[in-house]
């Protein structure tokens, strides 16, 4: 009996592997839509575009980018949780839509530890506390300086209610009491041609949206937040080095899929991806927009996303941050 169970399981098994296998070579089966939940031109965009078209090119089906942005993300990735799971449909994750709006929402339409499975990072880059160019600082000493005097009188813009460039800036207004006005934008493009006209005072944005306009003199660069400065902005000190060690917004960019996509293709997407992004011309595209390129596991992947929820969850219950 027992030798008859033995071989029973041994073939459920072969079957099984020889299932997965199949299903690997077969895969994909058409043309495969990546997800951004995000605007056009946005910083995230940016790197779907960037990643989609090698990975089309390696899978031999074109990648076509779909940018459904709104609700702080939450459109464009329940559009990814709700999607059959088989590696037809991924998406861009980022520590708002993976880790933050949980947080800030009562009702969320996907759970993003249940719903979303996790690839990889793809890259990374820092966030830089800019401000306009008729701002009255050109340091942090000096805002912070500012928003004490004037509570209340100054905005910020962000890339939308409960992204990291939202709780970056209310971390560092509440350092002053400054009761700042939030001012939600869809994309990174917008929020810093906002600051650029004069329609909010600053903002916490990505580096490779704001950095052509510190250059062109257009708007100020004041610090970066991250822990440490970085190798594309050596110029730039660390909010932690002013004063402010708390506020870590870091720019990361990652890909995810349906939670239950088979293990196979997860696998086979990973792999593909550390590849793409270990290709010298992809490092030399993504350094030109003050990015570093990731590739980790997803078991890293989902170490990052703990980390954010550990940082931002008492930021959010300080300040009593809801967005329904």
């Keep these: 009996m027992q030798h008859r169970l033995t071989l029973k399981w041994l073939l459920s098994l072969s079957l099984g592997l020889a299932a997965a296998s199949l299903h690997a070579q077969q895969y994909p089966k058409g043309p495969i839509h990546l997800v951004v939940p995000f605007a056009a031109g946005s910083t995230p965009d940016l ?51 993976l880790a933050v709006n949980a947080l800030l929402y009562k009702k969320m339409p996907y ?131 002013v004063g402010a060690p708390e506020v870590q917004a870091d720019a990361w960019i990652g890909i995810v899929a349906p939670a239950k996509t088979p293990a196979d293709i997860v696998t086979r997407l990973h792999t593909e991806l550390v590849q793409i992004l270990a290709e010298p011309a992809i490092q030399e595209k993504l350094r030109l927009q003050y990015m570093a390129p990731v590739a980790n596991t997803p078991a890293e992947f989902r170490s990052m996303v703990n980390d954010e929820v550990a940082r931002w969850k008492p930021v959010i219950e300080k300040n009593n941050i809801t967005l329904d």
């Design 111 to 241: 759970d993003p530890a249940r719903d979303i499975e996790l690839i990889t990072v793809a890259a990374s880059q820092p966030a830089v506390l800019v401000t306009s160019s008729k701002f009255p600082a050109n340091n942090v000493a000096d805002l912070l300086a500012q928003l004490k005097k004037s509570p209340g009188k100054y905005s910020f813009a962000s890339i939308g209610a409960g992204s990291a460039s939202h709780l970056a800036m209310q971390a560092l207004g509440a350092l002053t009491s400054a009761n700042l006005v939030h001012v939600p934008y869809p994309g990174s493009g917008a929020a810093v041609t906002a600051i650029i006209s004069g329609e909010v005072d600053m903002g916490v944005l990505p580096a490779a949206t704001v950095m052509p306009f510190v250059k062109s003199g257009r708007v100020k660069a004041l610090a970066i937040a991250s822990s440490k400065r970085s190798q594309f902005l050596p110029q730039l000190p660390t909010l932690a080095e």
């Design 47 to 97: 790197v779907a575009r960037l990643v989609g078209e090698r990975l089309g090119t390696r899978l031999g089906q074109p990648v076509v980018v779909d940018n459904k942005a709104g609700a702080s993300g939450n459109i464009g990735t329940t559009a990814v949780a709700k999607a059959s799971p088989d590696g037809q449909t991924i998406g861009i994750g980022i520590a708002g839509t």
